[in-house]
């Protein structure tokens, strides 16, 4: 059957709203747009308008035709830091079930945010439909309502001292007869609120947030409240166009994140360890092959650290890294063993004429602030630890921060295209590594691709999905007696969420949307 584009995504609703443009006549610009405006309603403690993010985009029509864009709609920090000790912010516990991890949220927990910046940004260099018709699935879903699913309920358990720390958030996302408790699987989750105010961006545009009334209104909850942001923050902010990071990888040109984020510059690293590695002739899931993955990361972890590849510095660094006599060193140290040895979206969208998209995007865990009137919750970046590697409260002002954030491009001399990315904090980089392996070195299709077994390793702690045979799991705890061995039950959403869009040099479309996130591939 002949389709317009594929999407997948981490929700059905996110998906369908990119299929109605899609199928609408819009461009896979306009269909990763309308996914994620619709991402904020389905899926609002991963993404909101009050957080940012990055596309990659390579459109096939247009000035930019040919070329590969990679947007960064990320946060920035504050120009000013407060200075009179009255700073919101505050530790909260999130509840994993087994664990629990400590976040800080509070109106000084909030970065100036991107993402309604990179909304209009890219609409206005590659879309096709009015920007009105573009919202409209997303804004239509937020007013009649979208069903708790069990993994957003999952993630409202988890975040549930966050969604019980203001009466904005209380009120959006607790239920009424249940003061404190957060909604659970089944629950109808309405926003009017939030339909309101895409519509009237449409109408009036992105200076209505970053210059007008809700800038206004969030500068003086921040200066009131012990928030860092001013007026000027909102006025200074800009979307920034960069070029991709290119690398060459298994006969494919990969199109990566640049700096200043982190998170393609450490998959291109851990690519290059595996360029001679022979993991295809070893084959998928045997004891040399998982020996040889998890030695290369765990040499992009050590380079990470020992370049000083921390968030804020990445883009100084990123030449040394990539440094040819330091990647074939560490390179060494892969084939030269014996063989025993927080809260993000993904949309990637391909449509029939051969444009590619990959946005991902982040709210953080959220600061438990609502912009009252809008429905928009923004975001706790700068009490995120893994993007604040000098200290929290220690981030320098008026820079742009980095993420772990990886969409990714790959593409094939015979025209084949595809656009990947995933959530997953700092463990989204070894989740979109393994999957570009199993698409590019083992040949296999999407959904299997995306299907199959993962691994992360974390300093000394190697977590593996079900899935690897007993003696290649064997083989790594001889190898590395030291290390802690954690066999999960169950394929899980730590190990991140992959969503890929393909399309083959024959133009046939296709895509896998990860279950461990809900995910969703569907056809326009």
């Known amino acids: 059957m002949a389709s317009n584009g594929v999407v997948a995504c981490g929700h059905a609703e996110t998906a369908r709203a990119a299929r109605a443009v899609l199928a609408d006549g819009g461009n896979a610009f ?24 990055f596309l990659l985009a390579r459109p096939v029509t247009g000035r930019l035709q040919g070329r590969t864009v990679a947007y960064d709609f990320f946060v920035q920090t504050p120009l000013h830091r407060r200075q009179d000790g009255a700073e919101d912010f505050f530790a909260i516990d999130a509840d994993f079930g087994p664990t629990t991890q400590q976040f800080h949220i509070g109106l000084g927990s909030v970065a100036t945010p991107g993402a309604i910046r990179g909304l209009f940004e890219i609409h206005r260099d590659l879309g096709f439909m009015p920007l009105r018709r573009v919202v409209e699935p997303a804004a239509t879903l937020a007013r009649d309502g979208v069903t708790i699913d069990a993994m957003q309920a999952y993630v409202f358990g988890v975040l549930r001292a966050m969604l019980d720390s203001r009466d904005g958030i209380r009120r959006h996302y607790t239920r009424p007869q249940a003061p404190g408790m957060p909604l659970r699987e089944g629950d109808r989750l309405r926003l009017p609120e939030l339909a309101d105010t895409l519509e009237i961006l449409a109408i009036e545009g992105d200076d209505l947030f970053y210059r007008g009334e809700i800038a206004r209104t969030i500068a003086e909850d921040c200066q009131a409240g012990g928030g860092h942001l001013t007026r000027a923050d909102f006025a200074a902010y800009q ?50 092959m998982l020996e040889r993955l998890v030695r290369a990361l765990a040499l992009t972890q050590r380079a990470r650290v020992e370049s000083r590849l921390h968030a804020l510095d990445a883009g100084s660094v990123a030449g040394t890294l990539l440094d040819p006599a330091l990647l074939a060193r560490y390179r060494q140290q892969v084939l030269g063993q014996p063989p025993a040895l927080r809260g993000t979206t993904h949309i990637s969208v391909v449509d029939s004429a051969g444009n590619v998209a990959s946005l991902s995007l982040s709210n953080g865990e959220g600061s438990g602030y609502v912009v009252p009137g809008t429905g928009i919750i923004l975001n706790n970046m700068l009490g995120e630890e893994d993007i604040n590697p000098h200290g929290l409260g220690s981030w320098p002002t008026n820079t742009r921060m980095s993420s772990m954030m990886a969409p990714t491009l790959v593409l094939a001399d015979d025209g084949t295209t595809m656009a990947l990315g995933s959530g997953g904090s700092n463990r989204l980089r070894s989740a979109i590594l393994q999957v570009a392996l199993n698409l590019l070195v083992f040949g296999m299709p999407a959904e299997r691709a995306v ?17 690897f045979p007993d003696e290649a799991v064997a083989s790594l705890a001889r190898a590395k007696p030291t290390w802690e061995i954690d066999r999960w039950p169950a394929p899980n959403l730590f190990f991140g969420g992959v969503h890929v869009a393909c399309r083959g040099s024959d133009g046939q479309l296709s895509g896998a949307g990860d279950a461990r996130r809900a995910g969703t591939a569907l056809l326009a």
């Open 239 to 288: 979307g920034i166009r960069r070029r991709p990071l290119e690398r060459a990888a298994f006969d494919r040109r990969l199109m990566l994140n640049p700096p200043p984020s982190a998170g393609g510059i450490l998959i291109a690293f851990a690519l290059e360890l595996l360029r001679d590695a022979e993991l295809g002739r070893l084959g998928f899931g045997t004891p040399p």
């Open 451 to 467: 299907a199959s077994p993962r691994l992360h390793l974390e300093e000394n702690r190697l977590s593996l999905e079900p899935g």
């Open 30 to 53: 306009d269909a990763a747009l309308a996914a994620m405006c619709a991402a904020t309603v389905a899926e609002p403690m991963l993404a909101s308008l009050g957080g940012g993010g």
